[in-house]
């Protein structure tokens, strides 16, 4: 069980990756060099280990080996990397992205396999979006390379705990027609799906506004899952005051929220959070402040109202970058998300004199996403060079149809 690189033209060739400049990678010249160079070397029968075996070796003696796979799999498959991803992993993606952007890519990609660097919520939206296997043999396929790269957010909404909740909200005296559901994509497919059959869709941090517009133009209440950071900043920034959201527990008997609490309020906010964005404290921005006069503080709306409303700006993974790079030189930025992001745009704007640094030094890393190793990548590619689709990600088909129907809304009001 083996095999040997291919040293055809095709081959040297295939390599196109596109890893953005603003990562500060020499990106596409630099790794195709790299590629010609493995390419062109002796060919050399490699084994396609276990995982235990990939797992036991140092994270640089992956890289040719994830280079040749690549090269051998080429336009058949795409990788496809989250912002939070490690450097040693997102050097190899084709696309980079937060939620939103990544599953526009998985809708329209024509690639058979689909490789998601991120964590399972974004591979399972990928299958959803994906091509259908229709007829047999035609449809796409994702791989997650590593199946306990989990999102702790998502997993604080269980379907079943939802249900219980849409049924304590009939029986509390609300009616299907006066309350929307919407979703954060940092949810499962099942509660995508939740949503989509109740007349209610799915929204990212780029786009909950357009998404609360949406909701509002059809019933006077929202429920909102699973963040409610993300729920209760984007409420407020609509004008709705902090006395008209309340929180549902699902550990708590109905919430625990009287009838005539979640009638008076226009967004029931579901108990849940970021366990990275909520370590940003307000106290981090004031110590900020003081230690360095005139920082701008940039934040993601995961993070909690207090620290939101002392920031100067507050934005989605793709808008923080943005701000950043469209600011004049020599600005300094104080980010307020994922340490991986952070680290990276520091590098990169450091030639233009911009000086980026972490809300919080003690350094807030996404545990989940950091699952992903190269070692997993070459493991998963390897396996799919030799014909085998490992950790592949597939949503029930009667999930999937639901689940579909909210994300397609949440994609139609993005446009």
């Not at 993606?93 to 024509?110: N, R, V």
């Not at 590593?146 to 219980?164: F, T």
């Not at 109202?305 to 950043?324: F, M, N, P, Y």
Request: charged letters at 25%; hydrophobic letters at 40%.
């Amino acid at each position: 069980m083996g095999w040997a690189a291919d040293r055809s033209e095709s081959t040297a060739t295939v390599i196109a990756f596109n890893i953005p400049v603003q990562f500060g990678l020499k990106a596409e010249k630099d790794l195709s060099v790299f590629v010609e160079e493995i390419v062109s070397a002796p060919a050399v029968e490699q084994d396609v280990c276990s995982l235990d075996n990939y797992l036991a070796q140092p994270d640089h003696t992956m890289d040719e080996r994830i280079a040749l796979a690549r090269a051998k799999l080429g336009k058949s498959t795409i990788l496809l990397g989250h912002h939070y991803q490690r450097d040693e992993v997102i050097r190899f993606a084709d696309y980079t992205g937060d939620s939103y952007k990544l599953s526009k890519i998985a809708a329209e990609t024509e690639a058979k396999y689909l490789v998601f660097c991120g964590v399972h919520f974004m591979a399972e939206s990928a299958d959803v979006l994906g091509r259908p296997d229709d007829p047999p043999g035609t449809g796409q396929q994702v791989i997650l390379p590593d199946l306990n790269a989990g999102c702790s957010m998502a997993d604080m909404a269980e379907i079943g705990q939802v249900e219980d909740c849409w049924d304590s909200l009939m029986a509390a005296g609300l009616s299907p027609d006066e309350i929307v559901p919407i979703t954060y994509m940092n949810s499962t497919a099942a509660i995508k799906a939740f949503c989509g059959e109740r007349r209610g869709l799915v929204c990212t941090s780029s786009n909950a506004g357009k998404a609360f517009d949406w909701a509002f133009g059809r019933a006077e209440k929202i429920l909102f899952l699973p963040d409610q950071h993300l729920g209760r900043n984007t409420a407020f920034a609509m004008g709705i005051p902090l006395s008209e959201m309340v929180v549902w527990d699902p550990y708590q008997i109905n919430g625990g929220l009287t009838p005539a609490r979640l009638k008076a309020a226009k967004v029931i906010l579901w108990k849940g959070h970021c366990s990275v964005h909520q370590r940003f404290l307000p106290e981090h921005v004031d110590k900020v402040r003081a230690k360095y006069p005139g920082i701008q503080v940039i934040v993601h709306p995961e993070c909690r109202w207090e620290v939101c409303q002392k920031a100067d700006a507050l934005g989605s993974t793709e808008r923080l970058i943005h701000l950043v790079e469209s600011a004049r030189e020599g600005s300094m930025f104080a980010i307020g998300t994922e340490i991986h992001l952070v680290n990276r745009l520091a590098k990169q704007f450091a030639p233009q004199g911009k000086r980026i640094i972490t809300l919080d030094d003690t350094g807030c890393l996404c545990t989940t996403m950091y699952r992903i190793s190269p070692q997993h990548l070459a493991w998963a590619l390897e396996n799919l060079v030799e014909g085998r689709v490992v950790n592949r990600i597939q949503v029930r088909d009667d999930v999937k149809h639901w689940s579909r129907v909210a994300l397609d809304r949440m994609l139609e009001i993005r446009a």
